[in-house]
């Protein structure tokens, strides 16, 4: 069975080596690069099965590959985890919004790194094959398609997993921490307040109005629920 591939994208050379060291006593294959450019190649040579890239690179910064593999249908359901030394909140919320699944501020711990890699790795894996449906949504499980109006739609892996608890449960109002636990697969502290940006993503993605939605709904105080029931 082939291990799962990790492309490590950062130009600190030490940053990656410790990184590959912990990745692959966790039993990954890891693959690397020091520049935006050959992150790239490798990105469309190899299709990792998850990106840890660092924002800022040389010449192709982490931005510009972010909004890259997003537009690009071959490369956007790679997760990304984005690795920076900076710690503005607007900062990772833009990043978010951008497309990555998460966001460690350096210095960080590699085990915690290793720990978010399974997650969101385990969080992409064994779907049934199986349709789910409210209204003009639908959601394939097994082709990890998203359809609104016939419409394909195309999420972030970290979007499609929160989509799909919210849709397997639709009228059940998930509290924020069920859905960062259940649909990002982690109880790290913090990734509440990341979770909005997700949301607010999807709407924008899946509703008629983001400003009204129909689908997906707020619950004040609580959480968030899927408006309607799935067939």
């Not at 998460?102 to 399974?118: C, F, G, I, L, Q």
């Not at 609104?148 to 397997?168: D, I, K």
């Not at 502290?189 to 707020?218: F, Q, V």
């Amino acid at each position: 069975m082939r291990k799962q591939r990790i492309l490590v994208v950062d130009d600190d050379k030490e940053v990656v080596r410790l990184m590959r060291a912990y990745l692959e006593q966790a039993g990954y294959e890891v693959l690397v690069a020091y520049d935006g450019e050959t992150a790239v190649h490798n990105l469309r040579r190899e299709k990792p099965d998850l990106v840890l890239l660092d924002l800022m690179l040389p010449g192709m910064d982490g931005w510009e590959i972010t909004r890259l593999m997003r537009s690009d249908a071959t490369l956007s359901t790679i997760p990304i985890i984005m690795l920076t030394a900076r710690v503005d909140d607007t900062d990772k919320i833009v990043g978010l919004e951008m497309g990555a699944d998460d966001y460690v501020t350096k210095p960080y711990n590699p085990r915690e790194v290793v720990a978010r890699v399974k997650a969101r790795l385990r969080s992409a894996d064994g779907f049934q094959a199986q349709v789910l449906r409210v209204g003009e949504l639908e959601m394939d499980l097994g082709r990890r398609e998203v359809k609104v109006n016939g419409r394909l739609v195309e999420l972030t892996p970290s979007e499609f997993n929160l989509l799909r608890v919210l849709l397997e449960q639709a009228g059940y109002v998930f509290t924020r921490s069920e859905l960062v636990r259940k649909g990002l697969g982690s109880d790290y502290e913090g990734l509440e307040r990341t979770l909005d940006s997700h949301i607010r993503n999807l709407r924008r993605k899946i509703e008629p109005d983001a400003k009204e939605p129909i689908y997906i709904e707020t619950v004040y105080a609580i959480g968030y629920r899927l408006s309607g029931e799935a067939s």
